[in-house]
């Protein structure tokens, strides 16, 4: 190995480490955080008439919203559905009474 090539390979190194550390030391935040002061909680399950089909329930608990989100597994796909406010619901069968 010739003195050069021993130069070229410890600069390359201190770029090579100058590099990790900018990218360890200077995190950027995460893209895929939603709702930071939410909680939420998610309830999964079977659906009554389709076999082939599992549901996931995700309920923000401090909205009282539900995002129910079914897959399907002879497709192998997600089908999402329109939320709804379970708030809204109980007032709506607590006026029914």
């Known amino acids: 190995m010739t003195q050069r090539s021993l ?8 770029v090579l480490l100058a590099a990790l550390s900018v990218t360890v030391f ?3 935040p995460a893209e895929a955080q939603f709702g930071a002061n939410r909680q939420y909680t998610m ?3 079977g659906v009554t008439g389709r076999s ?9 608990l401090s909205s009282a919203r539900v995002a129910p989100l079914f897959y399907n597994g002879s497709s192998k796909k997600f089908e999402f559905f329109a939320g709804r406010s379970v708030a809204r619901d109980m007032e709506r069968i607590g006026d029914a009474r």
Do not use: E, F
Not at 7 to 14: I, P, S
């Open 7 to 14: 130069a070229v390979l410890v600069v390359l190194n201190v």
């Open 26 to 28: 200077n995190p950027t």
């Open 43 to 45: 309830i999964s399950g």
């Open 52 to 60: 082939s089909q599992a549901a996931i329930y995700v309920i923000d």
